[in-house]
């Protein structure tokens, strides 16, 4: 392990037996989860640079307000321009590596700034629009947020209701929040921060609508940040986490902006108000499939983080008796435990694998649109659709488990296990809610097996629909039952099965004369379950067909393959009736499969903290006492736990206020 | 519905229309709620005094920082103390009530002190401690918190390293914390408010050890709150929720208190240190067993809370089109939404029910105890402790479903649901985390497995361990599987073979020739999920006959009926392999089971608002503005956020500070 400044105490005795057992080369496999030796290389090269920055220390955001939260961040992100320019890091994954570990996980108050305006601009803007704005964006002489959702109005953006209604008289859009519920509501950064958006409005033009359009609308005066006339905004108050982001609210009492400032690359206006439509009305997938891919990477990325925090404490902390009147083991050795980590190590690998083969195809699609071609957009949009809810409620609900896996310490701050559930919670409803996506992805799989009926060709991930899948599972053996191909066909199998029951149910409901929404709607159960599905046969798939392709020795090529086998096993066991119900497994196998994910557990626990050691995260981007690398867990609780702000005086003021004047004791007592 | 101070506004439509659509009479369900007609009188109109009482009226604790949350907190318990007083309120279920309502669901700094330490005093102590100790107590001269838990050690007692060794010289006992891993961490109240405590440690005498022991230690001067010599103490830092507990750390460097301070009704110590062991030591699972139920219902009751709020909301809240171009319907009409909620809704009645069950056997047996039976004991230890698991983590993944049901507005503090799940999930971990207690119940099952194979009788929550249950589910229609008795009949099978099977797991274990603490270790995972199989049958056996054994109108029957029914449905489909893999149940049945999993959630639809209001939980108690009784949503998101810290001034000071400096614009700009 490389030493930042933070991880050159001694270390735990039980930490360093755990790091002289494991069976595989660490370094190996943090080149694998980095992408190569050259990506580990430049990641910690550049983390060092942010770590070792004392500009970008702060106090632990435990112990601080919400305000103070928020100067805290504004402080550091404009610190953060100025060194990124400062370092000449132009790369963008370079420059994300640099942010993460600056901000210590954070975002910048510039996040949608640079990640969604500056692309949009680049994209949607015409030469004009991009002569004039891009300088100001990049130079940050404005600060722009993407500001779509309202208070009454979510995912389903044709319910909108913000006007930008066309005067030509003036050649001005003027815009109104006409209603309550169609304050604009949550837009990151754009309470206090921002001075400028990027607005998503109904435009409206001699009498007629034409849906939602995007325009830039200043918010705030640019040289003074007071609000501009006829706009209110504000932080919309403190949320479950991420007490450092004013997500904010904005309403438009006849604001009036510049033809201008409507996006023009694709729908324009003229003076007079004729309104020209956009040719091709696809490209708004884009902006959606790459959030939604930068959400799901951050909940997988956060559970590596869950994963690391969570064994190296089972490994430090000590717990009961194994043996009578024996010395209280590691709470790791317990087989409860390991039950609880070792399935959200599995997945936690099975997500990272995952993560790669998505941003992979999403940057082959991104070069394709780039050349004209948009033919696989729409895989690349069903898949990212329920990836996102697939991965982010999975690592929500995998953080829950390993938090109290850390009993009651995992419920202090210091765990660090609040902070990290606050952000991953927040990705299950952002940009689309669960079911919403995997109904999205549900309405993309009935339609392929429509095409596959009928014998059309289908993309790669959902080439199975075309081909029924055998109907047994062949395995006789315990040993069988570990054999990677048979475990991708029986998701293959279930996939396949769920996939097609939910369109029975569509088509049943709709020659039963139910009107075709309607059908939909009381089809909802099978095709979240199938959709679901899926994406548990594509994540299983992909782990699989990953560590076919790839090089690596053979000790790590064990220790991945246990643990690709246990994330497949433990998915069996959990969805043991998908495939009992229709015969495909029988009773006895599903024995074989509980007793392998047993066996399973027992392999993987001497290479636990290894595993988790590869992910290679700084203690500083921890954040978490409890999984600190040198395992020093217990004094640096109290030492921590002494800053806690109720401790600035012995006894505390509430006392003298409050507690005395009850407190009537006579002076014998106060000897005792 | 009766009208509380804050529930007199107009009402909104979608809502208005939903109470009117109920089939039965929501005043007889809030009779059953409570208990009894007598007992809702009684409830609301304690309530009504809290609640229209506006000293105790506070700022929401969202805006709130952790030192300010804490102030309030001591004041309001202050006051809590003064006005029971004033009210003459002596009986504890009133006080309780009383102070659910002025204290909005929070503990008081007094809570340890009322609940745990003066029964404590009242069983443990001898007469002339009661006679010197009670008063000083009741009287709230002293504020005394309960001290058990380690840094380094929880669950396992006999592990804890606090010592207090017998001084014959001084007739005193010494109070040390010998190592950082003994600094006591978590007790309640006991950082900055309680000046006295019950600390548990190891009594050592005449160079022997004899175990963990309870004893009264003054922990700050009584006079003015300075910490006595010896004595470090203080505030553990923020947790994930209850900002307003100040949860300490004690640490004791030769604290000497005489020796009078053992509690001893049941162990004494002579003055020359000869010690005398207590004649029974079961009497220590009476206190466990009261702090586990009064767990598990606050968890239920939560439940209650979370219902409430996501349900009216879901009624409130319009998105989507579900017809093409018709309005936006109320999300409680999609399906998906309904099998979020409606599954929770059942939960939570079949916990209410429960709760009722186990609180009216504790009374019982704490009577029987009283007159010197303690046969029960043993089998309320084995069903509280399961039950305590069972019911805190179904509420809190419960409450998860239901938080993300509200979508984005779920994550905002103002819907109540970040402060519901900081108190819930710390119950999952606290006295007693998951595994540790499902495998305590996991015990106590095995042992009666050996009971009933002997012949022995077993009591009744236990006593289908006895005779092996039918091998096939006998269901022939859709229809079949909704009659009660089929359902009971197949989670008692689902538990009766899932026992036996981690009792057989353990037995070939242990013929294999693993020592016995090894063979329970290998078979936790067969353990733990026969233990929930267990309480899951109790709670479905215990819901269905409550409808057995309780008089009720019958629309009120066909309702509570169909809650029932979709609990145990639901308990199956998410559990069907358990019972299709040895065959009790065939895939065709599960099918059955899914499709009237579905169709109940229609038939469960026009009631879903009755029935939580049917919980009768006031708005102020709620603390929630997407749950509010009018239903009033949007205008009182706006008012809140308005509220925010963020927002005292329109440009924030971190503006001038920090953003102006990098935003240099130009004049011209600044117009736009």
Redesign the interface.
């Known amino acids: 392990m490389w030493a930042y400044a933070g991880q050159k105490h001694r270390v735990n005795t039980d930490l360093l037996i755990e790091r002289e057992k494991a069976s595989f080369d660490l370094t190996e496999l943090t080149y694998i989860v980095d992408g190569g030796p050259q990506k580990t290389r430049r990641r910690r090269c550049i983390q060092t640079l942010a770590l070792n920055d004392t500009d970008f220390q702060e106090k632990d955001p435990?112990?601080l307000?919400?305000?103070e939260q928020?100067?805290s961040i504004?402080?550091r992100?404009?610190l953060l321009?100025?060194k990124l320019k400062e370092l000449n890091l132009t790369d963008m994954s370079d420059q994300d590596i640099y942010r993460q570990a600056a901000l210590r996980m954070k975002n910048s108050i510039f996040t949608v700034h640079d990640s969604m305006v500056i692309p949009m601009l680049q994209t949607q803007a015409d030469e004009t629009q991009k002569r004039k704005w891009l300088p100001?964006a990049l130079n940050?002489?404005?600060?722009c947020s993407y500001v779509q959702?309202e208070?009454?109005?979510?995912?389903?953006v044709?319910?909108l209701e913000t006007t930008a209604t066309y005067d030509p008289s003036n050649q001005e859009f003027i815009i109104n929040s006409p209603t309550?519920?169609s304050?604009k509501?949550?837009p990151g950064y754009s309470?206090?921060?921002a001075?400028c958006c990027i607005l998503m409005a109904q435009l409206c033009s001699q009498g007629k609508k034409y849906g939602l359009h995007a325009f830039i609308v200043?918010l705030?005066?640019?040289?003074?940040?007071?609000?501009l006339p006829g706009v209110k905004t504000?932080?919309?108050?403190?949320?479950?986490g991420i007490g450092s982001n004013?997500n904010g609210?904005c309403r438009f009492d006849n604001v009036r902006?510049p033809r201008e400032n409507l996006l023009s690359k694709y729908s324009k206006i003229d003076p007079d108000g004729t309104y020209h439509p956009p040719n091709n009305d696809k490209m708004v997938y884009t902006g959606m499939v790459l959030s939604r891919i930068a959400l799901l990477a951050l909940s997988a990325q956060m559970l590596d983080v869950g994963c690391t925090i969570s064994t190296r404490y089972s490994a430090v902390?000590?717990?009961?008796?194994?043996?009578?009147g024996g010395e209280?083991p590691q709470i790791i050795?317990?087989?409860?435990?390991q039950?609880?980590l070792f399935p959200q190590l599995a997945a936690a690998y099975a997500f990272r694998f995952a993560v790669h083969d998505i941003r992979t195809r999403c940057d082959q699609i991104q070069a394709d649109i780039k050349s004209g071609d948009i033919s696989s957009l729409q895989e690349l949009h069903g898949l990212s659709a329920g990836m996102k809810s697939f991965i982010c409620l999975s690592a929500?609900?995998g953080l829950?488990v390993l938090r109290?896996s850390c009993?009651?310490h995992?419920?202090?701050?210091?765990s660090g296990?609040?902070a990290i559930?606050g952000v991953v919670?927040?990705t299950?409803?952002?940009d689309g809610?669960?079911?919403?996506l995997m109904?999205q992805t549900a309405r993309y799989l009935v339609k392929c097996v429509a095409k596959a009926a009928s014998g059309e060709k289908l993309p790669h991930s959902i080439a199975y629909l075309t081909t029924k899948p055998e109907s047994k599972c062949p395995a006789k053996s315990e040993n069988d039952i570990l054999d990677l191909e048979t475990l991708v066909n029986a998701y293959k199998h279930r996939a396949y099965r769920l996939v097609n029951e939910a369109a029975r149910q569509l088509t049943q409901g709709i020659q039963a004369g139910k009107?075709q929404?309607?059908a939909w709607?009381?089809?909802?159960?099978y095709l979240?379950k199938a959709a679901d599905a899926h994406c548990h046969y594509y994540t299983v798939m992909n782990f699989v067909q990953y560590l076919q392709s790839t090089e690596m020795s053979q000790p790590l090529r064990d220790v991945l393959t246990s643990l690709c086998q246990l994330y497949a096993l433990y998915g069996i066991?959990s969805?043991?009736?998908?495939?009992?119900?229709?015969?495909y497994m029988s009773?006895e196998q599903?024995?074989m499969v509980?007793n392998q994910?047993?066996a399973l557990l027992a392999v993987i626990r001497p290479n636990a903290v290894a595993l988790v050691d590869a992910f290679d995260i700084p203690d500083e981007m921890l954040g978490s006492i409890l999984g600190r690398y040198d395992g020093n867990v217990?004094?640096n609780?109290?030492k921590?736990?002494?800053?806690?702000?109720?401790?600035q005086t012995?006894?505390?003021?509430?006392?003298h206020?409050?507690?005395?004047?009850?407190?009537?004791?006579?002076?014998v007592?106060?000897k005792?």
Chains 1, 2 share one sequence.
């Open positions: 435990a112990f307000s919400r305000d928020y100067t504004v402080r992100s404009t321009v100025k100001k940050y002489e404005i600060i959702t208070l009454g109005h979510g995912t389903f044709r319910g309550l519920t304050t509501w949550w309470g206090k921060s001075n200043p705030r005066r640019f040289d003074d940040h007071e609000l504000g932080d919309i108050g403190p949320k479950l004013d609210f902006i902390r000590r717990q009961t008796e194994l043996t009578p209280e050795d317990y087989q409860s435990q039950l609880k929500n609900l829950e109290l009993g009651g995992g419920y202090s701050q210091a296990f609040p559930y919670t927040g299950v409803t952002a809610e669960y079911s919403v109904l009107p929404h309607e709607n009381d089809s909802h159960v979240i066991e969805n043991a009736g998908d495939l009992l119900q229709d015969g009773g599903i024995s509980t994910v047993v217990y004094e609780l109290y921590w736990a002494k800053e806690s702000p109720l401790n012995e006894v505390h003021h509430s006392y206020e409050y507690l005395k004047p009850l407190l009537t004791a006579s002076p007592d106060a005792l």
